[in-house]
Each structure stands twice: as C-alpha cells, then as structure tokens.
C-alpha cells in the first residue's frame, strides 16, 4: 500500500500511453486517473481501444510509449504484483467450459492462493447468487450466468481494483440490472471498479466517465457534468410523422444532431439561439409538441460518436 | 435461384476454403512441406540393405591372411573396420552401447592353423536385435572369408589337401539368436508411442487454452510461466509412465520380450525421454495458434522420429546428413537405451553417452519453450 500512497491514492494514474499494432496507434497519449473507490466508467464506440487500455493498464499488453501506475505499481515492470492484486473480467467468456462453476472458482481462488479457498468460494457463490448453479458446467449457463461467474471470478481474491470489459453486452435489462447492483456493492466495499460499457443507463450509474474513441480520450468528469461539458441545447419533439420531420429537419444550419429517442425525436445544436431559429418555423404548425428538454449523457455522446471530437480536445 | 445443385454455389464454397487455406500458412507449410520431407526421407535416407556397418576388430593374431580378410570385409562394403579392441569386454561393450555392430574376433595361431590347414575359426558376433540390419552381411561372411584366404593359399603344397572351407566361420547372433522381428520392434515402439502422446498432448492442452480465450485469464493472474508449465506438464508425466508399464508388461505376456538390464537405468530413462517430448509439446504449442496447427507440427516432428530414429530402418544404413538429424531426435537416444537396457543387458554406464544426449535436448527445448511463452497478449 506504500506505493499507492505515493502516487497520492489513485488506483490508476497513466500518462501518454500508446499501443500501436502493425503501425497504427490503437491507444494514442492516452492519460487518465481514477481515484480510488470509485466506478469509473469507459464509454466509447466500438473498436475505439477501450480493451487494449484495460489490457495495457493490468500489465496483458506492453506499451509502447508512456508511462503509468497501477495501485502504486508501475505497469511496465510491476505486471506481476499489479496482477496479485487486479481482477480482470475479459470481455469474451474466458473461464473453462468443461469445468463446473463451483471448480472454476475454486481453480482462481487457489491461482491467487487465496487462503481458505474453499470457504472463499462458498461466499463468492453467495454473494453472486450462483449457489444453486454451483455444480453446472460453465460452458452450459445462460450468457447471464456467465458475466455473474466471470464477475465472482474475477473478485474472488477480493482484488484492491476490478477492470471490467464491457461485462453486460449481449445481456437483458433484468440481469444487467442485477450485474450491476453486485458491481455497486463491490464498490461499496471499497473496491475500484474501471469498467467499459456502451449501455447509457448503466453509464450514468458511474461516478465517473471517461468517453473514448480513436485511441484518444474525448471527455473526462463526473457523470453529472458530462452533458454540460459538451454545451448542447435540446429539443424534444412529440407527434405524428416524426421520419418526415426528421427529414425535413436534417441539414438545417444550427441543428447539430437529431436522434430518435422512442417515440420521440431529440433535436439538438451547440448555439441555443441558431437551435431555436432553425426549429422556429416548424414550432407553431400544430403538428408536434415541442419541449425544450435538459441534454442526457446520450444526447451527449451520439453528439460525440458523430465524430464532432475537434472541439472537445 | 434455388435449383437442385448449383455449381455456383460449390464454387463459392471452394473458394472460401482456398482463401482460409492461404491465410493459414503454417497449414499451406505443412501440405508442402509432409510430402517434401517423405520424399527425402523414404527416398535418400532410408535404407532396408544398409552397407559399411561399424566393425570392431580382435586381433590376437596378425599376417597376410588377417589382413587379406580384413581387406576382403572391407571391400565387400558390408563392413566398415571402425574400431580395433584388445579383450572380449571391450567387444561387448561396443556392441552394447551400439558403437559396433559387428565384432571380428581373429584368434590366436589363425595364420599357422590356416597353413597347417587345421581349419581355424574366425569368430563373428553379431548384434543381432536388429535382424534386419545384420542378416546381409553376415549371411556374406563366410563367403567373404573364403575368397580372402583362397588366394593365399593357392600354390602352397598343401593346395589339395586342404580342408573346404579353409576357415570355419562362426558366427554369434548375440541377443536375438532367432532374429525375431518383435524382440526388436517392441521395445523401439515405447519410444515412438511415448513421442507420439507425449508431444501431441501437451501442445494440444495449451493450445486450447489460446483457442478457448482461457489464456487470457490466466495471464491476467499472478501465475508465472515455469508454474504454469509444471502445472501443465505434470499430469502428462504420469500418463506416460502409465503407457510405459503397460507396453512392458504387454511385451513381456504376449511377445516374451525380455528384460535383462537394470531397472534404475531404464527408470531414469524413460523419465527423462518423457519429460523431453512434453517440452517438446510445449514449444510447439508457443508456436502454434490453434490446435490443428498443434497436431500438424507434431507430425512433422513424429514422422522423423519414427523414419531417422532407427526404429524401423537400421540407423547405421542412413547417409551422413540424415543420421546428423537424427542425433537431434530424442527418439534416436531413446530407442538405443531401451535397446540396450532391454535386450543387451546395460545398466548406467553402458547408457551415459545417449542418457547425456537427452539432457542436452531437454536443456535446449526447454529453454527455447520458456522464452517464447507469452506472458503477454503482444
């Protein structure tokens, strides 16, 4: 714990850490820092080098340029003590098919010699609600099942940080739901939770966001200042026809973005008064209700998504 | 267009696997290469009716008839005079330790015998748990030996009263008196099965670990290499001394192999052969990414070791290039161990030389296996 006090107390700090494969910078000057006890959250398209961080920071990757700690341990020579005290849920289900979930556990509890395994085991299977499962083979769970197994793994040395990649794609609401309050929990405890994820509502149960893409960090801050940060104006717009609307909207000078949010669309611009200017003709046509609405953290990064990085940077 | 067989579709087929076939080029390598390397092999360095096989020679007496034989074997190409050696153990331990596969003994008073026409005898031991490596040249031996001494005697005054033939040719088919065929190949078949389950399994368990993603789980834990590697290794080390217990005790029931070296020698033996082919598996499993990649380099490495190992074809009968690769082969060294602790009675310091030939493989394999396991995902 010395080293984590001298890097005055985050669990991750790095600074200009670059990956390149075959030539082509996956993860480009890439900093961040992640205080301790918090979820921090990695938001970011697909393919945007969120896995090669996570795999840079827990030592699975060396890095090309940079330099960073880990829980006080440098990531490019400590990999080893990093490892003793991380759990890493990959993003493919990565546990033995062929072995039952209570022998997976046990087979990770006894890799991190975990003292008492078996007892630590049965509290993982508690604690995951995967006691009535304990005896199934992983490979024939449900894809839900899997993430609680991989989660319980990945925590059954109860690690000082939990790197979490993208542990809920592909998964229903309801589990999502219940993945999460376990994560919620363990950061309850005082664990670290770094974890990527495309899903919004799961975003805004971060404390903290930071939003990726192209190797480069796009935003940085507290969940509830994301939207501000990105300084949109919305517009919510109810009625009959919106696809027309839509249509009829979309190339307009100062309307940035439109989304289709349900049955609702959400008509968005940087500059509030050309927003208000561009919609003024088709506000009183009877045809839609409009409401000027707060900008969501979704608005805010299909706004970022869209490739409008430049002023941000 | 939903016709009954359509060509184009079968088209489309062929042409997705031509271009997975290209992407995987250690398989396109393999295809190439298999067929290559049994051309050169069945055709260079395999030889049924090997030539110039290494002769040791005792001479308690010397003369023109000695040498004139000594000429004779030469020439007949059957023999290649390798070696002389001074007492009867001497002899022995050459053939043990497969230095020699013949031993000539010339005995005392062979000249004056042969002039005073007394018939003496010329003494050939044979390494015999090879028939087919020995059975030419000492079906030629005497044959040899006459044409030698006739010369030599052409002339003299007792041409016409000399006995036919001039020297009686005894020959000794040491350790294989009946030249039976499974007293040879039983105890080199440990070898071939033992390289053959040993590389396969170990390179097939970790390249399953790659192909399931499981890998990356496990170096995301502190475990280290070497732990991973004995933990791996281990079970594998067990599997093959249960397949050695029962390829003794099935060679023993059912083809009366014998057993007649020491026990400790053969047991340090086999540990050590077993130990080298799970390295060996490892090492192909860090070069592999998939486990049909994993059995393709463990036939390429399979098919050498039974053609250049001497377990079918006599090793002495392979050109120079091809017994330098089989030096590198384990198998070689194994097969003349067991060979020699099973049939020819050996115990530890008939076996050194292959024993340290061993180690030094394993050495290098190992260590080749550990620098290239990935500790990371790079």
């Not at chain 1, 829980?71 to 849920?89: C, F, P, Q, V, W």
């Not at chain 1, 006894?110 to 299977?125: C, F």
């Not at chain 2, 397949?243 to 340090?268: E, I």
């Not at chain 2, 039974?306 to 384990?330: D, T, Y």
């Given at each position: ?5 001298a ?8 600074e ?44 699975l ?13 440098d ?19 990565s ?14 509890a ?21 006691k009535?499962?304990?005896?199934q ?14 989660l ?16 809920t ?17 363990l950061a ?26 192209w ?29 027309a609307?839509q ?15 349900g049955?609702?669309?959400r ?17 009183d ?29 | ?19 997975q076939?290209?992407?995987d080029?250690l ?22 009716d ?18 004139a ?6 020439n ?14 001497e ?9 020699a596969q ?11 015998d ?5 018939r003496?005898?010329?003494l ?10 020995s ?7 005497a ?5 030698a001494?006739?010369?030599l ?21 040491r ?20 390289t ?16 399931r ?20 290794i ?13 390829m ?24 050590l ?5 799970l390295?060996?598996?490892f ?23 039974v ?33 020699a602790v ?18 030094a ?18």
């Amino acid at each position: 714990m010395n080293g984590a006090a001298a890097s005055a107390g985050a669990a991750i700090e790095v600074e200009g850490l670059t990956k390149r494969f075959g030539g082509r910078a996956v993860v480009d000057d890439f900093s961040i820092r992640v205080p301790p006890g918090t979820i921090f959250g990695f938001l970011g398209p697909n393919g945007s080098g969120k896995t090669t961080t996570i795999r840079l920071i827990c030592g699975l990757l060396r890095a090309d340029g940079g330099r960073g700690t880990c829980l006080g341990h440098d990531i490019m020579t400590e990999s080893a003590r990093i490892k003793a005290r991380i759990g890493y849920m990959t993003q493919a289900f990565s546990l033995y098919a062929d072995l039952t979930v209570r022998e997976n556990l046990d087979f990770m509890a006894r890799l991190h010699r975990v003292p008492r395994p078996r007892e630590a085991v049965e509290r993982a299977l508690a604690l995951h609600d995967l006691k009535g499962r304990a005896n199934q083979l992983a490979g024939e769970l449900s894809g839900g099942w899997k993430q609680h197994l991989a989660l319980a793994a990945a925590a059954i040395h109860e690690p000082d940080l939990l790197l979490l990649d993208e542990p809920t794609a592909g998964i229903d609401p309801k589990t999502r739901r219940d993945f999460w309050d376990h994560i919620r929990e363990l950061a309850d405890n005082g664990v670290t939770v770094l974890v990527s994820t495309h899903y919004m509502d799961e975003a805004v149960q971060c404390d903290r966001i930071a939003f990726i893409a192209w190797g480069k960090k796009l935003i940085d801050a507290p969940t509830g200042e994301v939207a501000a940060r990105v300084g949109l104006t919305t517009w919510r717009v109810e009625g009959d026809d919106l696809h027309a609307l839509q249509r009829d909207l979309s190339g307009r000078p100062g309307i940035d973005q439109i989304a289709r949010f349900g049955d609702s669309l959400r008509v968005s611009g940087r500059d509030a008064g050309a927003l208000a200017a561009a919609i003024a003709p088709l506000r009183d046509d009877g045809r839609h209700r409009w409401r000027q609405v707060e900008t969501g953290l979704e608005d805010a990064f299909i706004f970022l998504m869209a490739g409008v990085e430049d002023n941000f940077r | 267009m939903n016709g009954p067989f359509s060509l184009a579709r079968v088209a489309a087929i062929l042409r997705k696997e031509f271009t997975q076939m290209r992407r995987d080029r250690l398989t396109f390598a393999m295809m190439i290469g298999i067929p290559m390397m049994q051309l050169m092999l069945f055709g260079y360095a395999i030889n049924t009716d090997p030539r110039h096989l290494p002769t040791a020679v005792e001479l308690r007496d010397d003369g023109p008839a000695t040498r004139a034989i000594l000429y004779a074997l030469e020439n007949s190409d059957f023999f290649a005079v390798t070696d002389q050696v001074t007492h009867g153990g001497e002899a022995r331990d050459a053939i043990v330790r497969a230095e020699a596969q013949f031993v000539v003994t010339v005995p005392e008073n062979f000249e004056r015998d042969l002039m005073r026409g007394t018939r003496p005898q010329l003494l050939l031991d044979a390494d015999a748990t090879d028939p087919v490596a020995s059975s030419a040249a000492t079906g030629a031996f005497a044959q040899i030996v006459a044409s030698a001494v006739a010369p030599l005697l052409e002339g003299t005054a007792l041409e016409g009263d000399l006995p036919d033939p001039a020297v009686e040719t005894v020959i000794h088919r040491r350790y294989n008196p009946a030249g039976r065929t499974a007293v040879n190949v039983v105890p080199g078949l440990l070898g071939i099965i033992l390289t053959m389950t040993m590389t396969l399994m170990t390179s097939i368990a970790l390249t399953r670990e790659i192909e399931r993603g499981t890998l990356e789980t496990l170096l995301a834990t502190p475990a280290r290499p070497a732990e991973v590697m004995a933990g791996k290794i281990a079970p594998f080390v067990m599997v093959g001394l249960v397949q050695t217990a029962l390829m003794l005790g099935l060679a023993h029931l059912l083809f009366r192999v014998p057993f007649t070296g020491g026990s400790l020698a053969f047991g340090l033996s086999v540990g050590l052969f077993i130990l080298v082919n799970l390295s060996i598996g490892f090492l192909f499993s860090t070069l592999a990414r998939n486990q049909m990649q994993a059995m393709q380099l463990t036939f390429f490495f399979f098919l050498p070791s039974v053609l250049l190992s001497g377990f079918v074809f006599p090793f002495a009968g392979m050109p120079a290039w091809a017994q330098v690769i089989g030096q590198g082969l384990p198998n070689t060294h194994f097969i003349r161990i067991v060979r020699a602790v099973m049939l020819k009675a050996a115990d530890l310091p008939d076996i050194v030389q292959p024993l340290l030939s061993l180690a030094a493989i394993l050495v290098v394999v190992a260590t080749l296996a550990v620098l290239r396991y990935r500790r990371t995902l790079d």
